[in-house]
């Protein structure tokens, strides 16, 4: 059974940290391209950055260089994305997802920045 598992969301204030985890299981992890998006309410599911395989290459959306750090751990079959220096515009429930072959997502986890 394939899951990917989010967690590390919360509230935060402006300014702050927070580092999210997706855990997957049921497939194999270490060939996924693995990806974080969020989605904001009212507004369009956006990626916010993504990791190759072997973790060689990263990519982040402009909103989010220099603040969020995406890595993985293939060991652990683990994904991260470090979020520093939150903003309110952040605030968004956020989800990973593998892509390969097929597309697999996680449930989301929750990302409030506010005062």
């Known amino acids: 059974q394939v899951q990917l598992v989010e967690s590390g969301g919360g509230l935060v204030q402006p300014g702050g940290s927070l580092r999210l985890s997706c855990a997957a299981s049921?497939?194999?992890?270490?060939?996924?391209?693995m990806n974080w998006y969020r989605q904001a309410p009212g507004a369009e599911r956006e990626l916010v950055a993504a990791?190759?395989?072997?973790?060689?290459?990263?990519w982040y959306a402009d909103s989010v260089k220099d603040r969020f750090t995406i890595f993985r751990d293939n060991a652990k079959n683990t994904v991260y994305l470090q979020m520093n220096s939150l903003k309110p515009e952040d605030t968004a429930v956020y989800s990973c997802?593998?892509?390969?072959?097929?597309?697999?997502w996680g449930q989301g986890t929750q990302v409030t920045v506010s005062s």
């Open positions: 997802n593998a892509q390969w072959i097929k597309s697999y």
């Open positions: 049921g497939f194999g992890f270490s060939i996924y391209t």
């Open positions: 990791i190759t395989s072997a973790g060689g290459i990263t």
